[in-house]
């Protein structure tokens, strides 16, 4: 299984940030990296993010914002 982060503006638009972080071996690997960088990536123009396990949506969008 790979799990992946799909990035968008505050409307759904992709974003594509800097740090896209790649690919991820478990969903574990996926949630600490974007808890480590979402300040960044909120920094980056990005409004939310939606976890995606082999391409299919596992939850989100998920708002990056307080």
Same mark, same amino acid.
């Given at each position: 299984m790979v799990w992946t982060w799909r990035f968008e503006s505050a409307d759904g638009t992709a974003v594509t940030p800097e740090e896209d972080g790649g690919t991820f071996a478990s969903r574990g690997d996926a949630e600490s990296w974007v808890g480590?960088?979402?300040? /960044?990536?909120? /920094?980056?123009?990005?409004? +939310?993010?939606?976890?995606?396990?082999?391409?299919? +949506?596992?939850y989100g969008p998920m708002s990056l914002h307080p």
């Open positions: 480590e960088v979402f300040a /960044d990536l909120a /920094d980056q123009g990005v409004a +939310q993010v939606t976890l995606l396990e082999d391409g299919r +949506q596992v």
